[in-house]
DNA sequence: TGAACACATGAACGGCTCTTCATGTAGTTC
DNA sequence: GAACTACATGAAGAGCCGTTCATGTGTTCA
């Protein structure tokens, strides 16, 4: 209903993360773990791309890209549908384009050593203290 | 200066990745990229934890545990200073929870297999279709 | 000061991942 | 159908990662 955190159906991080199942969660956030499969998402967000044309746009040989497209593709990060002879790859989803969008701009943020707030922890009841 | 992305100063995600390099990207994200280190993560959402008490809280061991924090320690994400014999550790940041909240959010979502709309691409000369 | 607690660190091992090399399959063109 | 292009796949090797075991450092308390 609201936006981010209502304050009846609020489950901390650590609920949705079991219920989602974490192996699963760091299964997908792994896709955004390594350079090569980062500069594939990063091309594709621009738009979609036939196969040789991607590894020839992220500088990677043809057979390692295609076996990252079948991860990525494997955990329905990119969907790649047969076009003539060519292979066009996509991002599957925008959810996809803003994960990246989203990792890329705290990432930058982190890196420069900005401190935003001392992470404060979220309303709960937490008289202990 | 504005807020998410001008028209303007509109880097490609593809620029963006490498001007602040991609394995160091690659390297941040990793923290979220396994179970245990999520698990630590969202714990520490909550409000700050002294390393066994966490350890305990997430289901590992201690030492396996302090492995972890350090490399999240080295990465900046997570902060531990002395308390007694304790060592309480909290999330660096706002960015960090805000990173975790967004991450569980998109895998929350494509894992349910919702498709919001076939990533469009941004407002490029993307005549081609 | 010595014992007990809290945490850090080093070494080592099993397992996973990414890449490369070689080969296989699908589609087009002649 | 033969040759070529575009992509996928299997096997294998090098390197990295996370855990465990054993031990070390710092702190409190009697």
Do not use: F, W
């Amino acid at each position: 209903m609201g936006h981010g955190a209502d304050a009846k159906t609020t489950a901390t991080a650590r609920e949705r993360l079991e219920t989602v199942g974490a192996a699963d969660v760091a299964a997908t956030l792994q896709a955004l773990a390594t350079p090569s499969r980062l500069r594939i998402l990063a091309r594709l967000q621009e738009g979609p791309c036939a196969a040789t044309e991607l590894a020839d746009a992220v500088g990677m040989e043809q057979s390692a890209c295609s076996h990252q497209l079948r991860l990525l593709r494997n955990l329905g990060l990119v969907t790649g549908e047969r076009r003539g002879r060519s292979v066009i790859y996509a991002l599957y989803d925008n959810h996809v384009a803003e994960l990246l969008e989203q990792a890329l701009y705290h990432v930058e943020h982190l890196r420069l050593g900005l401190r935003d707030a001392p992470a404060q922890a979220p309303a709960t009841a937490a008289g202990a203290r």
